[in-house]
């Protein structure tokens, strides 16, 4: 060990290194175990109290001995030690004992490298705007940590966070030139385990009684959209999921199966959009009934649902088309049509006589939707997320009992009906309408857009929406979940705002992230290669690459190398002057100590060097002379009396 590595830390600086310790981990507590987070804090007080009492820092076997114990509760907690989650929290832990074993400058230095990697995996987490301001102010205070251990006790608070300003302002062109034509990946930088993208909420591909009535309780951005053109009016905004083909008593289900080949005829024309989508950790698309054009990587998958290759676990931005009025598939293939009779036997009795009824009345397909739909407007059904428990038979408890649900219990319910009476039917998931935002220009789709809806299947029409929603709450289709639930529902806060001043303040909010996710966050290697076109670069490989910004640092190094050598103090013409005569006594063999004086110099010259004493006489009474009078005539005389100098 060096010997600088071995001196003891002063006692102001373990104060800085509490303080950027704690900002560093302090972010994980919003998503790690509570009980990591008590530990970890609960040893940097530890460390804080040793410190201030001046006591002695707790023995090797004890540390080892805490070591085994959280790797022991992380592994109980997430089942390995390894992955996002379990790496991050073992490396908040290691972080704080190491505040337990803090004895010298190496030491410290450890503890504000762990700092500046725990920064970094903030980002694992979220990338948002306060996610980058909290890092930003933690960086300059961790680097003025640095800076501290590195200065000693003759560091001051204010110069040395002064000086750490500094030295971030000086990386940050640096950081802006990587950040332009570094090459982009399409992934994440770290290949990181499955868990990296764990906890994703959104639609789901199946649905049960309350599984949208969950996911509605949240004001979370599901996606947003620019349209190239003006946007169609709300009624037509039907953003396809998920399609539920496959039934068994109280769940709806994709078909697993191979799906046939779609034939979709236009009957409007296409309006065209860029869609931005929120990870969720599925396959699919949400794009506008029906699809007109995809992206390279995706397809439809038989039943109109846009699918990529690999699920969304990522931010992604896609264009698509789609036509508003369409006739799709009007000659179905039977098994399909089976398909989508299929009903479990046994279930809900009421329901199928119901719809039998309806069948020997009239068995037109629009007769038997017009009854259904009849059915709901006329008896007092209520719109609600807060339903009652349904048992076995539960399409008929909700039918002719409780007549109290949400969308997915009236598209469920109609879905069983249309089967019953003979009408090829199936349920429709994924989100209707979205929220202007008049200052960027982009819908805001939430999660509470989240919905439900039926289609049926019509000789010679083929596949045909229907919203039984829309005749029990026509408000949820003209102006959004909030007007058409009753005043009580547990609705987010963020969709009940109704003052104008608060919602312009979340618009304003909402714009300003969507211009970081699209411009910081959205820098794909798309825009890396847009903007290289533009700079005459359009087939740059890494090579090329490499030397620009090669080139571009070493001019930026060039520039801030300059500005900070013009910064440096200058000395004055009369300091300068005397090391010259200090220099004339070196080469005679007479040294001066730093300490001396000019006249006690003068005085050890007498004794030791007297053939010098006339010369350096007068350099001494023209260096006084410049320090205690006329400045300039004195300054000519000592500039005379150092050329004098033998």
Request: hydrophobic share 45%; net charge positive; glycine share 6%.
């Amino acid at each position: 060990m060096s010997t600088i590595a071995r001196l003891a830390l002063d006692r102001g600086a373990p104060p800085w290194l509490f303080g950027s310790a704690l900002l560093a981990t302090a972010p994980h507590a919003l998503h790690q175990p509570v009980w990591l987070s008590l530990f970890s804090g609960l040893l940097l007080v530890w460390a804080a109290w040793l410190w201030w009492r001046d006591a002695r820092l707790p023995g090797r076997w004890l540390l080892i001995g805490l070591v085994v114990l959280a790797c022991a509760g992380i592994l109980l907690e997430f089942r390995t030690l390894f992955g996002r989650d379990a790496g991050v929290g073992l490396l908040v832990i290691l972080a704080s004992m190491k505040l337990l074993e803090m004895r010298s400058r190496r030491d410290a230095m450890v503890i504000v490298i762990l700092d500046y990697f725990l920064l970094l995996t903030h980002y694992f987490f979220s990338q948002s705007i306060p996610t980058g301001l909290w890092l930003l102010l933690s960086i300059w205070l961790v680097t003025a940590a640095l800076i501290r251990v590195s200065g000693g006790a003759a560091c001051r608070p204010v110069p040395t966070l002064r000086h750490a300003g500094t030295l971030l302002a000086q990386a940050l062109p640096f950081m802006i030139v990587l950040y332009l034509l570094f090459p982009r990946v399409s992934g994440p930088l770290w290949g990181l385990p499955q868990d990296a993208h764990s906890g994703k909420t959104g639609l789901s591909d199946t649905m049960s009684p309350g599984s949208i009535a969950d996911l509605v309780q949240s004001g979370a951005i599901a996606f947003r959209v620019r349209f190239d053109g003006e946007p169609p009016p709300r009624q037509q905004l039907y953003w396809r999921g998920p399609v539920m083909e496959l039934f068994d008593g109280r769940i709806w289900r994709p078909h697993p199966g191979p799906t046939t080949a779609e034939r979709i005829e236009a009957l409007s024309p296409p309006i065209t959009y860029e869609t931005t989508l929120e990870a969720h950790s599925q396959r699919w698309l949400l794009a506008l009934d029906a699809p007109a054009t995809l992206p390279a990587d995706t397809a439809l998958n038989g039943t109109l649902t846009v699918l990529r290759r690999q699920s969304v676990d990522q931010r992604r931005r896609v264009a698509l088309s789609s036509a508003l009025s369409y006739r799709f598939n009007p000659d179905e293939r039977p098994p399909v049509i089976t398909r989508n009779l299929a009903l479990p036997a046994g279930i809900n009795p009421r329901s199928r006589a119901l719809a039998e009824s309806w069948r020997q009345r009239d068995a037109s397909p629009q007769a038997i939707v017009d009854q259904a739909l009849r059915l709901f407007a006329g008896n007092e059904f209520s719109y609600t997320l807060r339903p009652p428990l349904l048992g076995d038979n539960g399409l008929d408890q909700f039918l002719f009992e409780t007549r109290r649900g949400f969308c997915e219990h009236y598209a469920a319910a109609f879905v069983f009906l249309m089967r019953a009476a003979g009408v090829p039917a199936r349920v429709v998931g994924g989100y209707q309408g979205g929220e202007m935002n008049p200052l960027d220009g982009y819908l805001v789709v939430r999660q509470s857009d989240a919905h439900a809806w039926a289609e049926i299947w019509v000789a010679g029409r083929g596949w045909v929406r229907v919203d039984p929603t829309s005749v029990v709450a026509p408000a949820r289709l003209e102006a959004g979940i909030a007007d058409a639930l009753p005043q009580g529902e547990p609705l987010p806060a963020l969709i009940q705002i109704r003052a104008d001043w608060l919602r312009t303040l979340r618009h304003r909010w909402e714009a300003v992230n969507n211009a970081w996710n699209q411009h910081i966050l959205g820098y794909d290697p798309q825009r890396q290669r847009e903007l290289l076109s533009r700079l005459g670069l359009p087939d740059a490989d890494w090579r090329q690459l490499a030397f620009v910004l090669a080139a571009i640092c070493a001019l930026l190094l060039a520039v801030v190398t300059a500005w900070t050598l013009y910064q440096r103090p200058r000395r004055d013409p009369a300091s300068q002057l005397w090391q010259d005569a200090l220099r004339h006594l070196r080469r005679r063999q007479v040294d001066c100590a730093p300490w001396e004086t000019p006249l006690a110099l003068l005085a050890r010259v007498e004794s030791t060097q007297p053939a010098l004493v006339p010369a350096f006489r007068r350099v001494v009474e023209a260096y006084l002379g410049t320090r205690y009078g006329e400045q300039q005539h004195q300054l000519d005389a000592l500039r005379q009396a150092v050329k004098q100098l033998p």
